[in-house]
């Protein structure tokens, strides 16, 4: 399951180019998560201040992925990223209980933009490997994921820093 199968209900013909927006509050791991698609170097990640584009070929498909902070003075201009977008990924800091109603709002908000009207969604409980982290079942729960109806999604639980999670998305080098 996961974004590939997303993916491939998506688009019939592999070797197209897929947009996915990469949205969540500050410190999700977003930007984490991209440097784990692209194969790259974790050590160094600072927050991000405006928005990180990568393009990582997956299977066929060429992902161009937006990573947009998440900052609460950057979230008003997340909409100007909307327009084209064929994946929604929302990552939530799976730990970090205090923001959960937080992430609930904004999560909310970006259900209800027109623009963004059936695209389907992934949502990464991120930072797994931590001990006082929620489990997925329990975040979807929380966020009542249960009740959205216009679109596919998934949750997946996963570790940016361990790659658990993400690595069957993209197939990486070894």
Not at 60 to 74: A, E, M, P, S, T
Request: net charge negative; aromatic share 6%; charged share 25%.
């Amino acid at each position: 399951m996961g974004l590939l199968s997303i993916l491939r209900r998506l688009k019939q013909t592999p070797e197209q180019e897929v947009r996915l927006l990469l949205l969540g509050l500050d410190n999700a791991g977003k930007t984490t998560l991209l440097k784990q698609l692209a194969a790259e170097d974790i050590s160094h990640i600072t927050p991000t201040q405006g928005f990180n584009i990568k393009s990582v070929q997956s299977s066929g498909f060429k992902l161009n992925v937006w990573d947009i902070g998440g900052q609460r003075k950057i979230r008003p201009y997340w909409r100007n990223y909307f327009e084209n977008t064929d994946v929604l990924i929302y990552v939530i800091d799976s730990s970090d209980r205090k923001r959960f109603e937080e992430t609930s709002l904004e999560l909310a908000e970006l259900l209800e933009e027109e623009k963004l009207a059936a695209v389907p969604l992934l949502i990464f409980a991120n930072k797994q490997d931590l001990m006082t982290a929620t489990p997925a079942s329990e975040l979807a729960e929380s966020l009542n994921l249960h009740t959205i109806r216009d679109r596919m999604w998934q949750v997946q639980a996963c570790s940016g820093v361990t790659a658990e999670g993400v690595q069957h998305i993209c197939h990486r080098p070894h």
